[in-house]
């Protein structure tokens, strides 16, 4: 590998990266919003898990 050039699997890792931590940045962002117009931690909790079910 050429000094000061990424390489094709180093530019995949640092893109799925950044996208991690946008969705990161999103759900927390979600949660907060959720929780400060009067839903429960666990409400978001059930939630999240039927969405991530209804996914699969």
């Known amino acids: 590998m050429a000094q000061g050039r990424l390489c094709n699997r180093d530019g995949l890792i640092l893109t799925a990266m950044v996208l991690t931590e946008f969705s990161n940045v999103g ?9 400060s117009k009067g839903l429960t931690a666990c409400v978001v909790l059930v939630y999240s898990y039927e969405l991530y079910n209804v996914g699969s």
């Open 27 to 35: 759900v927390n962002t979600l949660v907060k919003s959720l929780t």
